[in-house]
């Protein structure tokens, strides 16, 4: 089936529901939104409020990458999106313009505060923001959490804002004491000087407010920290071990009926008629909504949606994807990796060296596939839309988006939607679309009262944004030495890009979804990486990793096979082709270190081995592996960290292994199969996760004090599960593993 | 139906359809959201809440089966998070996103009221039917073993 802009559209109006091209189109900052030096935080207190700081994060902003400092540039308008309040009480409280999925950003940003303001990071409280300009993700030129970024954009700037902060109650205080700001020191929240004097910041937080704030406070030397690099625990934890905290689900505004609503079981589909008469005969069923292309219910509780759900009566068209299929995809996908693509790496004369290597070129193909999100948070979200306004109350990832598309089906001005970030039972991307906001928002404005929309965990199965189902084409040469002289990745994946902004790709070429393929961080002379789009009729998103998900499978199962060829062990192979990459051999030589690779093992277990970059960040891993009864038995994987300056071990730990978990989960059973347009699996009965039972002993080891750039954490541990997985399966059978979920 | 429910030993008058699963009358009816609704089908643990004692499936549970027995949710394990299962895991520091916690601490809670030393091997049969996405099995086994501890220099 060839790419239509019609079938397009059908597929992707409902997914996304929201003008979303615009958000995509560029690198956050603008030139324009470049701010001075003295500008990147200011006072924002009103009379009585204590210290109110607003600050700028300009973070990993084009402008600050190309060493312009906070804001780098020079004109603009203030443009703040993080506040720090200090009560006349003392208490901290920073507004968080993230969203907390797992991800532990709660507790890392607040960290970087209380390190370079000098209070216990226990004082520090945490609120998120609103969704407002004042609130833009900075890298993504829009409020939303993603890509690994929090960490990453917050680092300098926080801390420099804490450090401010710090500097104006000690110049409150040495004004109010009339001696020199030299003499006096902060520590703990108070100021005191080496005369007897101390105050609290709470008694110095009024005064403060009348100071200038520093223009380039200088901050702590690393060695100096007492919190950053520290293994701290979560603030959030005691919100999370006795049901307090709230998420999506959890939102009960005065009056709120609960909404279900069916979907056509084919992608694109549209209602083509609705019998509502016994829907509205079940108890508790206040409303049937056509929506053209789904039909909601709105009831007293879940469970009268859902028999009235059961009840309606709804005839489909279901549009041009009908007679889809998971076996006419592969037979799209594999059509296409037969020609050459859009180029995106060429290095030397690839074609050139595979043909003087002639029959001795070794090819393999590899095929993954779809896969759901599977949040433990089903979708859900709440809206009340009212004649002059709508309020939002969502599990959202991507907060600007849900304020436009709200704006846009409640028919109000997008400035008058609140919306209130709740806690995230899980993101992985899933939440960035809009389709749950929309199901709110339009059943709120049909029912004249608010409305949670609920949706079941087989709506959240069966529509989601995939994980591209993806085919691999690899050709290598080797030298006579064994090392490869030429290496040809051709990537054939639905464009991730192309959905989200709504436009057709330029040349034909999805730079995002070759990355981790581009990336191939091997000393091979000849590379080339090329890429083809294929519109297929199945809706996908961003997913844990994203593209780097399947890149670094095939990448590092390929060159475990090209040591297998050439007779070399794979982590000395390894070792040795990236004599020019020091941080991926760092962490590799880490992992295999602390794995004991090379020592004896017990009978019926082998050891893989991977490392890969994604976000910034290196991670190798070591996985310890059997067959037992036929499947895979992942004993321990060792994994070696390098993400540059360290913020929490413990949350890296928690990461690491939760990345572990998520792509382990997606190598042995992860595979949404598409039949007659409809995709297969609905539950976690058919759609497998890992349980305790299954989990495998996760060592984390960290690099401290690396000298590399601060990398994203949320992701990066993920890539290289599932090659050290079928590494060590080929070790083990002789036999390598080119398609996933694993069949041994 | 009219059903009164004895929930973290209060007692509520509800009217809602007989079939209707413990873990709706729960959430949408009585407003206990920590009890948290993860697949509807007994496949994921996050709604598991104790009756009489034992961790069972409220999105599995009609209410009309209740009958008079004493339902536990995450609210009434303990008022200040004291419990020792709560405890070892804030002392281990468990959760990420939370959203399977609420189930997996009753899980563990029901296990431990039932073998106070539990095995890895306990632990593997009593947890596995809480799925958490996060990953956060090998903290949660650690709490598990944290929490026995905590309870046995209580007893």
């Known amino acids: 089936m060839a790419w239509t802009e019609e079938g397009a559209d059908s597929v992707w109006a409902n997914l996304v529901s929201g003008d979303l091209a615009h958000l995509a189109d560029g690198p956050g900052v603008r030139a324009s939104d ?35 400092g906070p804001g780098g540039g020079a004109k603009g308008a203030f443009a703040p999106n993080a506040w720090i309040r200090i009560g006349t009480d003392g208490e901290v409280t920073f507004v968080v313009d993230r969203s907390e999925m797992g991800q532990g950003v709660t507790t890392a940003l607040p960290m970087m505060l209380a390190e370079e303001l000098e209070v216990p990071l226990d004082d520090v409280h945490f609120e998120f923001a609103p969704a407002a300009k004042e609130y833009f993700n900075r890298i993504f030129g829009s409020q939303g959490t993603g890509g690994s970024t929090s960490v990453r954009a917050a680092w300098k700037p926080l801390r420099k804002a804490g450090a ?26 108070k100021v005191s000087d080496g005369a007897g004097h101390s105050a609290t910041y709470g008694e110095l937080a009024e005064a403060a407010a009348n100071e200038t704030p520093p223009e380039d406070p200088p901050l702590k030397d690393p060695k100096d920290f007492t919190i950053l690099g520290k293994r701290h625990p979560r603030l959030d934890t005691p919100f999370k071990t006795n049901g307090s905290a709230v998420f999506g689900i959890d939102v009960r505004p005065d009056g709120v009926l609960i909404g279900g609503v069916e979907r056509s079981p084919v992608y694109g589909g549209k209602v083509k008629s609705l019998d509502e008469s016994k829907a509205m005969q079940v108890p508790g069923v206040h409303k049937v909504v056509n929506l053209g292309d789904r039909v909601g219910v709105v009831a007293e509780h879940y469970w009268a949606a859902a028999k009235g759900r059961e009840a309606l009566q709804v005839e489909w068209d279901e549009g041009p994807w009908a007679d889809q299929s998971s076996e006419k995809i592969a037979a799209t996908l594999r059509r296409l990796g037969q020609k050459p693509g859009a180029v995106a790496r060429n290095d030397g004369d690839t074609d050139a060296a595979l043909r003087k290597a002639g029959s001795r070129v070794h090819e393999a193909t590899f095929d993954l596939p779809y896969l759901a999100h599977a949040c433990m948070e089903p979708m859900n979200a709440t809206a009340h839309v009212r004649a002059d306004g709508c309020d939002v109350w969502a599990p959202t990832q991507f907060q600007t988006a849900t304020q436009q598309t709200a704006g846009k089906l409640a028919g109000v001005d997008p400035s008058k939607v609140r919306v209130h970030t709740t806690y995230l039972g899980g993101g992985f991307g899933r939440r960035a679309m809009q389709d749950f906001i929309a199901d709110a928002v339009l059943l709120s404005k049909a029912a004249g009262a608010p409305v949670k929309a609920v949706w079941s965990r087989e709506d959240a199965t069966r529509h989601d944004g995939y994980r591209p189902a993806n085919h691999h084409v690899l050709r290598a040469a080797l030298d006579g030495s064994g090392h490869p002289v030429a290496w040809s990745h051709r990537v054939v994946a639905p464009s991730i890009t192309r959905v989200f902004s709504g436009q057709p790709l330029k040349n034909g070429l999805d730079s995002e979804a070759v990355e981790g393929a581009v990336g191939m961080p091997y000393a091979i002379p000849n590379v080339q990486v090329d890429y083809h789009d294929a519109e297929v009729g199945v809706p996908v998103w961003f997913w844990r990793s994203v593209n780097n998900s399947f890149n670094g499978m095939v990448v590092e199962c390929m060159i475990d096979e090209l040591a297998h060829l050439a007779g070399k062990d794979p982590y000395r192979y390894r070792h040795d082709l990236l004599a020019d990459k020091p941080v991926h051999r760092r962490v590799l030589d880490l992992a ?11 009978a019926g277990r082998a050891h893989g081995i991977a490392v890969f970059e994604s976000f910034n960040s290196h991670v190798a891993q ?12 992942v004993h321990r994987v060792m994994a070696a960290v390098d993400c540059g300056p360290v913020v929490n071990p413990s949350i890296i730990e928690a990461q690491v292994q939760s990345a572990i978990v998520y792509g382990l989960t997606a190598a042995l059973y992860g595979d949404i199969t598409i039949e007659n347009g409809r995709c297969q699996q609905g539950n976690f009965n058919d759609y497998l996760m890992l349980r305790i039972d299954e989990m495998p002993e996760v060592e984390v080891h960290v690099v401290m004090d690396s000298d590399a750039e601060q990398g994203g954490m949320g992701e990066p541990g993920l890539p290289p599960i599932a090659p050290a997985v079928c590494n060590a399966l080929r070790a083990l059978t002789g036999k390598p593993i080119r398609k996933l979920p694993i069949h041994v | 139906m009219s059903i009164t429910l004895s929930v973290n030993g209060s007692s509520h008058q509800v009217d809602v359809p007989d079939d209707m699963p413990l873990l709706w009358v729960l959430r949408d009816v009585i407003g206990l959201t920590g009890t948290k609704f993860g697949c509807g089908i007994g496949q994921c643990g996050a709604c598991t809440v104790h009756l009489d004692g034992q961790a069972v499936r409220a999105c599995l549970t009609p209410v009309s089966t209740v009958g008079s027995g004493k339902i536990t949710t995450i609210e009434g394990l303990s008022d200040d998070n004291s419990h020792p299962v709560q405890r070892a895991w804030i002392q281990e520091d468990v959760p990420q996103c939370g959203y399977c916690q609420s189930g997996q601490i009753m899980s563990a809670a029901a296990l431990l009221a039932g073998t106070a030393t539990p095995s890895d091997a306990d632990i593997d049969r009593a947890m596995k039917g809480n799925i958490c996405r996060c990953g956060t099995y090998q903290r949660i086994r650690k709490a598990i073993h944290t929490a026995a501890d905590l309870a046995g220099k209580e007893a």
């Open chain 1, 592 to 602: 295999a270190d602390k794995a004991g690779w090379g020592r004896r093992l017990p």
């Open chain 1, 622 to 633: 070591v996985a310890e592996v059997s067959i037992e009864k036929g499947k895979p038995r």
């Open chain 1, 34 to 68: 470049g701010l001075s030096r003295r500008d990147f935080v200011r006072v924002a207190g009103a009379a009585g409020a204590g210290l109110v700081l607003a600050v700028s994060i300009p973070g990993c902003s084009p402008a600050d990458r190309t060493g312009g």
């Open chain 1, 164 to 189: 401010a902060a710090r500097m104006m109650l000690v110049s409150a205080a040495a004004r109010k004491w009339n001696v020199d700001a030299s003499t006096c020191t902060a520590a703990n929240g």
